[in-house]
């Protein structure tokens, strides 16, 4: 059984998968230690696959699920792309399996990219440029947008600040250059056709991430990683107005649950039309699970 579109109240385009079957982390004890001070997690333990879906499934949302992979930088092995896969397979009526390949792979992440899509209904590619040490308009990782564009899957980049490394001496290496949402414009002129989401209100560069969005068709913004009471009221006002029909919901779960991000959210004044898209339409439309044109509000 699918997805029942219908059936669903939203769609969260961000979640991750921070543990793996076996037991290990995404992220180093250290770095994962400071996300969660960062976000005021203490004491959450990393739900594996099985449980984000029974708590979404409890809840009647989708969730795109996806690890990052950024062996390179840090030398913390990744989880499995194929396993997150897998998992997600099991749980076809909610979970939606995204992949993360590590830029500085170059043709071999490429052709991994490839394979995942072909063969293990991988519906699109999270990076965290910070993360993974690149800026994302490196002509290195170029080979690996050719292949994601080429097969008609987003491309999701966390930008702006990041809680991971917040507060380690030298942020634990990660800079926070590599984020700023004028790297991915690069990327949108370069691959015309490329489906792009800028992960998070963009703190600081908010009103780059809004050009951005505006002034190139195929790039979205995710509302993920923060509660939506600290959105930047221009954030608020092109979601109601120019870009209703370009942004989505995506809480960062775990460290953000979707009911805190939800409750902040019925506080915004968003308009009445503009609330089901941003919750589900454009996620649906984006993800190719409809293909209806939304009316303007």
């Given amino acids: ?33 400071a996300s969660e001070k960062y976000f005021g997690a203490h004491g959450h333990r990393n739900p594996t696959v099985d449980e984000i879906a029974a708590h979404y499934r409890e809840r009647r949302m989708a969730a795109v699920v996806f690890t990052v992979d950024a062996e390179h930088a840090t030398g ?4 499995a792309n194929e396993e997150v896969a897998q998992n997600c397979a099991e749980h076809p009526d909610v979970l939606i399996p995204f992949a993360s390949v590590d830029p500085w792979k170059g043709r071999a992440g490429a052709r991994e990219a490839r394979r995942l899509v072909e063969r293990h209904g991988v519906r699109g590619f999270k990076f965290h440029p910070s993360l993974q040490g690149f800026a994302p308009n490196d002509p290195m990782a170029y080979p690996l947008y050719e292949v994601i564009e080429e097969l008609g899957v987003p491309a999701l980049f966390h930008s702006g600040q990041t809680g991971i490394g917040a507060g380690v001496p030298g942020g634990g290496g990660i800079r926070l250059k590599y984020s700023d949402p004028m790297l991915v414009d690069d990327v949108a002129v370069d691959f015309p056709q490329l489906r792009i989401v800028l992960a998070h209100p963009s703190f600081p560069w908010q ?9 190139k068709p195929h790039v979205h913004i995710d509302l993920s990683g923060w509660s939506p009471k600290y959105f930047p009221p221009q954030l608020v006002r092109y979601a109601n107005t120019l870009l209703q029909d370009k942004v989505l919901f995506g809480s960062d779960y775990p460290v953000i649950t979707p009911d805190r991000w939800l409750a902040d959210f019925d506080a915004l004044e968003i308009k009445p039309a503009v609330r089901p898209k941003i919750l589900k339409l454009n996620a ?10 939304p009316e303007r509000a």
Avoid: N
Wanted: charged share 25%; glycine share 6%.
């Fill in 207 to 215: 009103d780059e991430a809004l050009a951005v969005a505006t002034h």
């Fill in 1 to 33: 059984m699918g997805l029942a579109l219908d059936d669903l109240v939203a769609i969260d385009v961000h979640t991750h998968a921070e543990v793996s079957r076996d037991g290990r982390t995404a992220l180093s004890p250290e770095l994962l230690a």
């Fill in 76 to 79: 913390h092995p990744r989880i």
């Fill in 284 to 293: 649906a439309r984006l993800l190719g699970l409809d293909t209806t044109t």
